[in-house]
């Protein structure tokens, strides 16, 4: 079965960094394009980032654009969403999510697993 597990939350200072990781499973992870979403406290899901499935292109919500950075490593099955000068309201509860299909735009995308979620928080 699709097992999606997040790792690397925690506490960060407003402008520092956190990376992200997804371990993927029970799927051809390199067929799908994936995502990255969050819900803050009291708030719906936002979807943060997606990527393609080989990798060639990216997409942002404007608000985390030059600051958050997704990749992914196809031979290890694995999402990653590097973030940078984190600001308190990117505090919430960070999900990896898998795209029905290989590619996907802002408008365009198909989630259809998600995993349990990591917390971080911006707190000084």
């Known amino acids: 079965q699709v097992q999606l597990v997040e790792s690397g939350g925690g506490l960060a200072h407003p402008g520092g960094s956190l990376r992200l990781s997804c371990a993927a499973s029970?799927?051809?992870?390199?067929?799908?394009?994936m995502s990255w979403a969050r819900q803050a406290p009291g708030k719906g899901f936002e979807w943060v980032a997606g990527?393609?499935?080989?990798?060639?292109?990216?997409y942002y919500i404007d608000s985390v654009k030059g600051r958050f950075s997704i990749s992914r490593d196809n031979t290890k099955n694995a999402l990653y969403l590097q973030m940078t000068n984190l600001k308190p309201e990117d505090t919430g509860r960070y999900f990896c999510?898998?795209?029905?299909?290989?590619?996907?735009?802002?408008?365009?995308?198909?989630?259809?697993?998600w995993g349990a979620g990591i917390q971080v928080t911006v707190s000084s």
């Open positions: 999510v898998k795209d029905k299909a290989g590619i996907l735009t802002p408008s365009t995308y198909v989630h259809d697993y």
């Open positions: 029970g799927f051809t992870f390199s067929s799908f394009a």
């Open positions: 990527i393609w499935r080989d990798g060639s292109n990216t």
